[in-house]
């Protein structure tokens, strides 16, 4: 079974600087992987994605995720944190469905980043 | 287009009731799904649907029913509400089936059961 793992709980950083949130993965096959952010009291919004292709992919808002295929990670990286940045970020990986076909989206358990002003 | 939308924001239940959380979109979308998300836990999926009149179960479906009798609704009931039921629950959808399209999420709803 696919499954993903966010080994930070939280990840405090100041403004201005480079942040990273980490995400590492287990898939058979090639992965599909995601991820998502949430602001307090909404629900999670799509930052960027890899299907296939280049390891350094763009996304929304000035995030990017690099795919490493040997260290099965998909980290999530911004050059200069802003204070609205502070949210709940999930990376997630899709698994394929049963009978019905479909996919599954299996979740990591988030990761809270602060950024300080 | 209003997106995915879902009623009722807030619901409080008494242990045994039974509910409804409403779940729709505008936007076409084959598929759909229902989370649930618990501190420290992320988001777990209950059940999912890749069209009208098919359904299948997630993660954590026990406690859940599902239907889809149209694309654009995907209603999940709880059948005999308990206290672990208590989370706050997403309806998503996305387009096709493939899951190579990214999800788009309701704004939630918090479900308190006592």
């Known amino acids: 079974a696919q499954s993903v793992a966010q080994p930070e709980d939280q990840v405090n950083v100041a403004e201005g600087n480079p942040l990273t949130v980490k995400c590492t993965y287990s898939?058979?096959?090639?992965?599909?992987l995601f991820w998502y952010v949430q602001y307090p009291n909404r629900g999670l919004q799509f930052l960027l994605k890899?299907?296939?292709?280049?390891?350094l992919v763009k996304g929304s808002y000035g995030f990017e995720a690099e795919f490493n295929k040997s260290q099965t990670s998909f980290h999530l990286k911004k050059p200069s944190a802003l204070v609205s940045d502070s949210a709940l970020y999930f990376c997630?990986?899709?698994?394929?469905?049963?009978?019905?076909?479909?996919?599954?989206?299996?979740f990591g358990a988030g990761t809270r980043l602060f950024v300080k002003a | 287009n209003a997106g995915v939308t879902q009623t009722p924001k807030f619901q409080v239940l008494k242990t045994g009731q039974s509910m409804t959380l409403q779940c729709a979109q505008d936007?076409?979308?084959?598929?759909m799904s229902w989370y649930r998300q618990d501190p420290g836990m992320g988001l777990r999926l209950i059940h999912y649907?890749?069209?009208?009149?098919?359904?299948d179960q997630g993660e954590v479906p026990n406690g859940y029913n599902v239907s889809r009798s149209t694309t654009e609704d995907f209603p999940l009931r709880l059948l005999s509400a308990a206290p672990s039921q208590t989370s706050v629950y997403f309806c998503?959808?996305?387009?096709?089936?493939?899951?190579?399209?990214?999800?788009?999420f309701g704004p939630g709803t918090r479900l308190t059961v006592l």
């Open positions: 998503a959808s996305s387009k096709g089936t493939s899951g190579i399209n990214e999800q788009f």
């Open positions: 898939v058979s096959g090639n992965p599909y």
């Open positions: 890899y299907i296939t292709g280049d390891n």
């Open positions: 997630a990986v899709r698994d394929m469905g049963r009978d019905t076909g479909g996919f599954k989206t299996i």
């Open positions: 936007m076409n979308h084959e598929y």
């Open positions: 649907s890749v069209g009208a009149g098919i359904t």
